[in-house]
């Protein structure tokens, strides 16, 4: 097994130019190649021009389960297996995972040729927030669970990235903006990489009004600015706050500190508040 190995490729998200040298060398040189759709790694190595001279595979997430096995068996073998997606890293709301967890298990080495990832390109181009981020991946397909997932995601300070199909964007931009409220930042990205590239920013609501009246196609990664820090409340707001503590029983340094904890405040802000 000392050349067996599963590499996962970072395909263009739909500009071929944005293929690295080595997904191309991969392609070319693997003894086998798991494709989430056949058709779509033709089309791309056709513009690649690359010539894939080993054996290829279907992988979707109908066939996971049953194909993961000798995928492994086959890099435990010696061999180079190659896993692409239709666009972006394998495993990230892609197939991928399966594989990965199975092959770590195997003891089969598992290496990634780095590439496009729609997560980060839109982030990039939202002008949100990028600093902290959290990838939600795919919203809840049915009404009542993606409205308790974004109930409790409302409070998330850090900057929210999903995916949605163009069929279901206009509920969740709905559902969004009832549970975060209509005017939340957020920047919808549509076909990134491809001649009908298209970002339309807005509040939630505003959003929620453009995708009714002209529905986005394509592949849609969603960015939603996260919920703004509540305001810190004032001096005497604070002393009354530790007072009701001490009041309840709570010693002088507990009170403080559960305060401060409360409102993320340096602990010394509100002791310096309490010492008089």
């Known amino acids: 097994m000392a050349d067996g190995r599963i590499v996962l490729l970072g395909a263009p998200l739909g500009n071929p130019a944005d293929a690295s ?3 191309r060398s991969v392609l070319a040189s693997a003894d086998l190649v798991a494709a989430e759709d056949t058709r779509r790694l033709a089309r791309l190595a056709s513009d690649l021009d690359v ?13 996971e389960d049953r194909r993961t096995p000798s995928l492994v068996a086959a890099a435990a073998d010696g061999a180079c297996v190659a896993l692409i997606t239709d666009g972006g890293m394998p495993s990230v709301s892609d197939p991928g995972y399966r594989l990965v967890v199975a092959a770590h298990a195997a003891g089969v080495p598992v290496t990634a040729a780095p590439g496009p990832s729609a997560v980060t390109t839109a982030l990039a181009v939202s002008g949100l927030p990028c600093d902290r981020f959290c990838f939600e991946g795919f919203p809840p397909r049915r009404a009542a669970a993606r409205r308790a997932r974004f109930a409790a995601l409302a409070s998330e300070p850090r900057t929210l990235v999903f995916f949605e199909a163009p069929h279901r964007i206009a509920g969740t931009l709905a559902d969004l903006a009832g549970g975060f409220g209509p005017d939340r930042p957020a920047a919808l990205c549509r076909e990134l990489t491809k001649p009908y590239e298209q970002v339309r920013r807005g509040g939630l609501g505003e959003l929620a009004e453009s995708v009714a009246a002209d529905p986005p196609r394509g592949e849609i990664t969603l960015v939603v600015a996260g919920a703004p820090a509540a305001p810190r409340p004032d001096d005497a707001a604070l002393r ?13 340094r507990d009170a403080v500190d559960a305060v401060a904890a409360a409102h993320g405040l340096p602990r010394r802000e509100v002791y310096r508040l309490t010492a008089d």
């Not at 010539?51 to 066939?63: D, Q």
């Not at 530790?242 to 009041?247: H, N, Y």
Request: charged residues 20%; aromatic residues 6%; without cysteine.
């Open 21 to 23: 040298g080595r997904l």
């Open 51 to 63: 010539v894939i001279s080993g054996r290829v595979v279907s992988y979707f997430e109908g066939n």
């Open 240 to 252: 009354a706050e530790v007072a009701a503590r001490r009041a309840a029983g709570a010693t002088g």
